[in-house]
Nanobody, 117 residues
Framework: QVQLVESGGGLVQPGGSLRLSCAAS????????MGWFRQAPGKQRELVAA???????NYDDSVKGRFSISRDNAKNTVYLQMNSLKPEDTAVYYC???????????WGKGTLVTVSS
């Protein structure tokens, strides 16, 4: 079992920045691929960024060059640095942990990011 707690969401103006954090507990963090997903009102949940257990990253095209995902295995935490935010980035952002061997998925409860002037 993995427990995930997101933090760092809030209201920001267009062009601003936020850093989301996801603290994990309950299992061996380094065994998990980690990802950030988001879900806007009326839309399906979508992958924003992911980082493998080995540190490889990938991003949705809509956030490439603006968002950066990283992990600190010593702190059992994954981060999402979001720069040059746009109103279309407004969504609830969810942290996901995917076990690299068993394929088990765990989700946090989400943190709301609102980009508005």
């Amino acid at each position: 079992q993995v427990q995930l707690v997101e933090s760092g969401g809030g209201l920001v103006q267009p062009g601003g920045s936020l850093r989301l954090s996801c603290a994990a507990s309950g299992s061996i963090f380094s065994m998990y691929h980690m990802g950030w997903f988001r879900q806007a009102p009326g839309k399906q949940r979508e992958l924003v960024a992911a980082i493998s257990s080995g540190g490889s990253t990938n991003y949705d095209d809509s956030v490439k060059g603006r968002f950066s995902i990283s992990r600190d295995n010593a702190k059992n935490t994954v981060y999402l640095q979001m720069n040059s935010l746009k109103p279309e980035d407004t969504a609830v952002y969810y942290c996901n942990a995917h076990h690299q061997l068993y394929g088990t998925d765990y989700w946090g409860k989400g943190t709301l990011v609102t980009v508005s002037s």
